[in-house]
């Protein structure tokens, strides 16, 4: 069985709608597939109509963002109830956020002689959800970079005109929401941030206080190192094992839907508790 709990749609930045996503998992042999959009469920109910018609396990899931002790964390929550309240009124938060956070990113843009960044991003962007990657492909159409990574490295990030952190959900309240809807919450690629050992093990214990159940142990595109680093970690607090793509998006040619790397020996899978 191929698992893959990890993936984006157009219902935040992903370039395939929810039916064209399944089609593609179908495609690539994977057997059950977890939409995980950020901060919103939009794009679940299409999801949810494709796989019953293409023979695939749908999974319901979110990627919550999340700022702890001044870093930027994602966590996903796997078979949430979307007509949970308590969760869709923290993502309804969530997206607030995000449309003002929009808005001084294109300020900054602006300031750095970059005008019309808001429509510019917003034409990549569905209506519910506007992200940094929206903003990305205005950039590289704008002719400001090479390709997105580029564009990521001279725009996007920390020390950068448009970069904008966003005040995010507290971990205890992602992994609260996610728990209220019946869900399972995972610190998605545990090994992506930049922090310590001993920064990561701090925020394993606080999201494992919180209520929370598992590690994304295998992402796309990670080092085998990685994986075993992140199931030791997994181990010694005793959590479930997840894996998914993350995938965005074919042209991300290097990470694609179903291609991950297994499980160590001593990992749990997450869906060992599902009936
Ligand atoms: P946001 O949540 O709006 O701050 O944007 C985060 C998203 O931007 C991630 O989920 C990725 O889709 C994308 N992203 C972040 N960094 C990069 C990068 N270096 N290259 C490509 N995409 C990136
Ligand atoms: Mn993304
Ligand atoms: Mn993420
Ligand atoms: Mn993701």
Redesign the pocket.
Known sequence: MIYDLHS?TTA???SLSPTDLIARAVEKGVDVLAVTD??GTEGLAEAKQAAAAQGLTFIPGV?I?VTWESH?V?IVGLNVDVDNQTLQQGLAALRAE?FG?AEEIARRLDKAGIPGALDGAREYASDVM???????QFLVAAGKAKD??D???KY??HNKPGYVP?TWATLEEAVGWITAAGGQAVIAHPARYKMTATKRRKLVEDFKDAGGVALEVVSGKQDLEEVRMLAALAEKYDLLSSCGS?F?SPT?HWLELGKLTPFPENCTPIWSTWR
């Open positions: 984006h935040s930045d992903g950020h901060d990627e963002s930027v994602h995000r956070r506007l992200g940094r990657l929206h903003f990305a997105i990574r564009v990521f490295k996007l990030v966003g993350d965005h991300q």
